[in-house]
């Protein structure tokens, strides 16, 4: 079982919402701060959001900000990425990872970016959106 799933994606129209979903397995989920990234096509990954492993602490880009909720549930080990208001430009595939170098509050604000590779790393899930 990999150690990071992530599931929830698929295609909207502008305006329209999705709840990914990130679960983990396989290790001490809760000791890990999970980032939230996306890749669009022919673009480099970015980072969306970042959620302290209490969630506690949470950033995001500005680009998603008041449009996304991170959210995390450590008894089911899983987090979570409400997204509303979608755009065309959210299209791209998301990744949710996470790293044992992402233990502050700076790393937060810094939305779970460190050099690559992480601990843990999904296969990530497509998000579309067009008219």
């Known amino acids: 079982q990999l150690p990071l799933v992530e599931s929830g994606g698929d295609s909207v129209q502008p305006g329209g919402s999705l709840r990914l979903s990130c679960q983990a397995s396989?290790?001490?989920?809760?000791?890990?701060?999970i980032g939230w990234f996306r890749q669009a096509p022919g673009k480099g990954r970015e980072a969306v959001a970042c959620?302290?492993?209490?969630?506690?602490?949470?950033n995001y880009a500005d680009s998603v900000k008041g449009r996304f909720t991170v959210s995390r549930d450590n008894k089911k080990k899983q987090v979570y990425l409400q997204m509303n208001n979608l755009r065309p430009e959210d299209t791209g595939i998301y990744y949710c990872?996470?790293?044992?170098?992402?233990?502050?509050?700076?790393?937060?604000?810094?939305?779970?970016?460190?050099?690559?590779?992480?601990?843990?790393w999904g296969k990530g899930t497509q998000v579309t959106v067009s008219v």
């Open positions: 990872a996470a790293d044992h170098r992402i233990s502050t509050r700076e790393d937060i604000q810094n939305l779970c970016i460190v050099p690559p590779p992480y601990d843990y």
């Open positions: 396989g290790f001490t989920f809760d000791w890990y701060a």
């Open positions: 959620i302290s492993t209490a969630g506690g602490w949470i």
